[in-house]
């Protein structure tokens, strides 16, 4: 239960927050985006390459999730570099509060694409763990970037660890300036060989200075013997 819980947190923790912007004054796919979706920069818990404009405070609340409460604050500190700070809190018997700090680069833009790299480290009582995700976001719709389809890979490393640990994943998103439907797949690994399985489906109701998820979802890992099936809700505000 524990490993499958810091499995979780090792992706998609620092993910959860914040972004900084990018682009000129022209109105882009990704500018489109970005500036109308207060989480434009996460599909539920993973990671897009979309980020808001430089000088963007924001906050995320995710209660529950699996099987984590999630709160995490971020600020861009130019347009295309972010830090983030997160706190998550496991839920049920021998829960373990798990701290962690990133750093986000975008790496290349352009009107309906871009490429990122996060990198990060998080702590927990058995010590601190880094990670490097490399992510990619783009929008196929000819008006407002009102489908988006995102793929990340990363690679994560446990204190005492023998090995690096290799993980992907990537959601869909389609809809308009109203509501969005939300579809995520990811795979995730506990260290010790043993593969879990994430999926998310739902609603997204977004707005330029808040957005609200809401959806079901489950964390599987066969080997383990154990599953995690929940309902999901969270929010974000952007200042």
Do not use: K
Not at 166 to 183: A, D, E, M, N, P
Not at 189 to 203: A, E, K, R
Request: with cysteine.
């Amino acid at each position: 239960m524990r490993a499958a819980v810091v499995a979780v947190f090792t992706l998609f923790g620092p993910s959860l927050a914040f972004a900084g912007g990018n682009q000129d004054t022209a109105v882009t796919q990704l500018e489109y985006g970005r500036e109308h979706d207060a989480a434009s920069d996460r599909a539920y818990l993973s990671p897009t390459a979309i980020t808001p404009r430089e000088g963007t405070w924001t906050l995320s609340l995710r209660q529950p999730t699996l099987p984590l409460s999630y709160l995490t604050a971020g600020y861009a500190v130019s347009d295309r570099v972010m830090i983030t700070a997160g706190l998550a809190v496991p839920l049920g018997e021998n829960a373990t509060t798990l701290g962690s700090a990133s750093v986000e680069i975008q790496l290349a833009s352009s009107d309906d694409a871009a490429l990122a790299l996060q990198t990060g480290v998080y702590g927990t009582r058995d010590g601190t763990m880094t990670y490097a995700t490399l992510v990619g976001t783009a929008c196929w719709s000819e008006r407002e970037c009102a489908a988006t389809a995102t793929a990340y890979v990363t690679a994560s490393l446990a204190p005492g660890a023998d090995r690096v640990a290799l993980t992907g994943g990537g959601s869909i998103g389609i809809g308009g300036s109203s509501v969005r439907f939300l579809l995520e797949a990811d795979v995730v690994d506990d260290q010790d060989y043993t593969p879990g399985y994430l999926g998310m489906i739902g609603l997204r109701f977004p707005g330029a200075r808040w957005t609200i998820d809401a959806g079901a979802g489950g964390l599987v890992s066969p080997e383990a013997e154990f599953a995690a099936p929940a309902l999901l809700f969270d929010a974000s505000v952007r200042m």
